[in-house]
Nanobody, 118 residues
């Protein structure tokens, strides 16, 4: 089992930036960020391997940056130029091996709410 704990969500004004953090209870190969808005399916934002290779969903290429610190078992998601449509619950996820959508990771955090509003 792997426990994932997210932090860093909150209320942000449009145009602002935010960095989400997630810490895993042990090292694991793949870490990822997903998000979900009410009434919509959970969508992939980005993944990153223990080799620090990132992979972004096509719609997330421009304002999202995933990073990782293996020594801390931590993954981060920086979001720039936030828009109201970025409002969602952001979930940290992890898996011991590569996933290919529509596969989803095995382990999930509880999520952290991001609200973008003036």
């Amino acid at each position: 089992q792997v426990q994932l704990v997210e932090s860093g969500g909150g209320l942000v004004q449009p145009g602002g930036s935010l960095r989400l953090s997630c810490t895993a209870s042990r090292s694991i190969y793949l870490m990822a960020w997903y998000r979900q808005t009410p009434g919509k399916q959970r969508e992939l934002v980005a993944t990153i391997t223990s080799a620090l290779t990132p992979n972004y969903a096509p719609s997330m290429l421009d304002r999202f940056t995933i990073s990782r610190v293996n020594l801390k078992n931590a993954v981060y998601l920086s979001i720039d130029n936030l828009r109201p449509e970025d409002t969602a619950v952001y979930y940290c996820a992890a898996d011991p091996q590569t996933i290919t959508p529509p596969q989803v990771p095995t382990y999930w955090g509880q999520g952290t709410q991001v609200a973008v509003s003036s």
